[in-house]
């Protein structure tokens, strides 16, 4: 099991391994007129595209095409393309998320008085590191209102 920090450095979002090695990061490039979200992933970058009624889903692309999309209604990540995999998840004070019922990756938010809180994120080892900072960024930025209680 793979065991992570993530924490909010300006207006990105870290993961960083145990030793504090960055994993890789979640970029929130927006201004008046434009607004971003991407993943960056050993040197590369990985566009997300806010899709959907009411831009609920997320869609994870590079220039080969989409690599995962998320499906809110069914509560599941599916990776596209050559050797498709779905991937359940559930939102709540723990995020987490299974394949075939077996935890996969467990998100746990340490709140912070006065400052950003910092999420504890366990990864079983042969998990994709770039599906979890794309769960990572679903679980905790786009619709944090939907899972957990709110305080």
């Given amino acids: 099991m793979k065991k992570y920090i993530a924490q ?4 990105q979002f870290v993961l960083l391994s145990d030793d504090n090695q960055e994993i890789g990061r979640i970029v929130n490039n927006s201004n008046f007129f434009n607004f971003r979200h991407y993943i960056i992933f050993k040197s590369r970058s990985y566009d997300i595209k806010n899709v959907g009624f009411l831009k609920n889903d997320v869609e994870l692309f590079n220039g080969n095409g989409i690599i995962y999309f998320t ?4 509560e ?13 998840f559930n939102l709540n004070k723990t995020n987490q998320l299974f394949e075939k019922g077996k935890l996969l990756i467990e998100i746990k938010e340490e ?4 400052k950003d809180s910092i999420f504890h994120v366990e990864v079983e080892d042969s998990v994709d590191d770039l599906l979890t900072l794309l769960f990572l960024h679903y679980s905790t930025k786009e619709f944090n209102s939907i899972g957990g209680d709110g305080d």
């Fill in 71 to 74: 499906d809110l209604a069914k």
């Fill in 111 to 114: 709140k912070k008085k006065f």
């Fill in 8 to 11: 909010h450095h300006k207006k």
């Fill in 76 to 88: 599941r990540i599916v990776k596209s393309g050559e050797g498709v995999r779905i991937y359940q």
